[in-house]
């Protein structure tokens, strides 16, 4: 079967769903102690799926082993039923979530949202609502650029606390080593989904577009700062931030501080987004300000982001779309003097090359 033909079935499901769901926020569990989450996932002419076999134990959370899951969905001949088998798979492990985390969190529905949390349900549906039109205005932003993601549900699971989100993300990350701390993160391991920690909705609301920004450029293999770069600026775009007391002359000082030929290395293969120290901060500030020039002119910048490669941290897009050298334009945007140790060098990045999505 080819992709091509998935992805419509996939397209027509979300359709479907956001055509019955639209106008109302619908619990699909809501009360996992008297629905037990489902042991098994049928489909037609195919033997069912053992779901609880599948799941495994990740700090106290039950993740599906997602490539025993996808070979079982692929073994399935109807291609209609294929994507609803996927869809079923999805709020299977979500209601096993819903009975880790605990009697107060419920699962809901609206158009192509899912959002697990324990949330009370005028805010609940406010979210679901603002999940929706977000990935609409994600599209509509990045023209030619970002795409609805096919297949499956747009998937937000609020934790109630830090310490339960941070035990989540764990299995995302090595088992040594220090890592910077965030407020929600896409995560793209077999079941694409983003995570967040319960706040004010206001508050969450910049969460959820930059990490909606994030799966919507999931089918692009671009570097991390290309990635973070457009899910900040795209953030600030829908969810325009307060305005604060930043000092751009400090901040400007702090970066030519911190910023060397070694450290941009590091922002090139997008280690720095990793740092726990303010090479942090500083990594999402100098990819916004780096997008943000260089997509001044989207019909130049569109061609350039479908064809940058994480492997080269775009330099080739770069100079064949954009006429510029990657290092350059940073010298540029920090005001100092052009520096041919600034551009991209594979051979200087220690470890592979970073996606983004932290």
């Not at 932003?141 to 795409?147: F, I, N, P, S, T």
């Not at 070694?262 to 942090?280: T, V, Y």
């Not at 999402?284 to 001044?296: F, P, Q």
Request: charged letters at 20%; proline letters at 7%.
């Amino acid at each position: 079967m080819k992709k091509r033909d998935i992805q419509a079935h996939c397209l027509l499901l979300k359709l479907l769903k956001s055509l019955l769901f639209t106008s109302a926020n619908v619990p699909v569990n809501a009360d996992a102690e008297r629905t037990p989450p489902p042991a098994q996932i049928t489909a037609p002419d195919t033997p069912p799926l053992d779901f609880g076999a599948v799941l495994e134990d990740a700090a106290g959370f039950p993740i599906p082993d997602w490539p025993t899951v996808q070979g079982w969905v692929d073994s399935i001949p109807n291609e209609h039923a294929r994507a609803q088998a996927w869809c079923d798979c999805e709020q299977a492990w979500l209601q096993h979530m819903q009975v880790a985390l605990g009697a107060g969190f419920h699962l809901r529905t609206q158009g192509s949202a899912l959002l697990l949390s324990s949330l009370p349900g005028h805010v609940a549906d406010a979210t679901l609502a603002f999940v929706n039109k977000t990935v609409t205005r994600i599209v509509r932003a990045l023209d030619g650029v970002a795409e609805v993601a096919v297949g499956g549900y747009d998937i937000l699971i609020v934790f109630d606390d830090e310490n339960s989100y941070y035990r989540y993300v764990s299995h995302c990350y090595p088992e040594e080593g220090e890592f910077a701390a965030s407020g929600g993160m896409y995560i793209n391991h077999g079941c694409g989904h983003f995570v967040t920690v319960k706040a004010d909705l206001r508050a969450v609301e910049p969460v959820i577009a930059h990490e909606l920004t994030h799966a919507c450029l999931d089918h692009l293999p671009i570097p991390a700062w290309l990635n973070e770069g457009l899910a900040v600026n795209t953030e600030q775009l829908l969810c325009p931030p307060l305005p604060t007391a930043v000092n751009l002359q400090q901040l400007k000082a702090r970066h030519r501080k911190f910023w060397g030929p070694k450290e941009i290395q590091e922002f090139w293969s997008g280690a720095s987004f990793l740092r726990s120290d303010e090479g942090n901060t500083l990594s999402y500030d100098l990819a916004r300000i780096l997008v943000r020039h260089l997509a001044a002119d989207w019909d130049r910048f569109r061609p350039f982001a479908l064809e940058a490669d994480l492997a080269d941290s775009a330099a080739a897009a770069a100079t064949k779309h954009l006429g510029v050298d990657l290092g350059a334009a940073v010298c540029a945007a920090l005001e100092l003097e052009p520096d041919s140790s600034w551009s991209p060098d594979p051979k200087a990045w220690l470890g592979s090359p970073e996606h983004g999505a932290f």
